[in-house]
């Protein structure tokens, strides 16, 4: 897996053979949780462009 954009504490931005997945980091008061997420096709599209 390869990172190809960071922002630290808050996300993260990988790609695979398989796919772009983006790990975002919560923070709420005490409490701090992760979700990752495969982006679709258009999102791909997206962030290429920007």
Do not use: A, N
């Not at 790609?15 to 992760?34: C, E, K, R």
């Amino acid at each position: 897996m390869k990172l190809i954009e960071i922002e630290p504490y808050f996300w993260e931005l990988y790609q695979d053979d398989q796919g772009m997945y983006l790990d975002v980091t919560i923070h709420q008061g005490v409490v701090t949780w992760g979700q990752s997420l495969c982006l679709d096709q258009s999102s791909k599209v997206r962030y290429r462009i920007i």
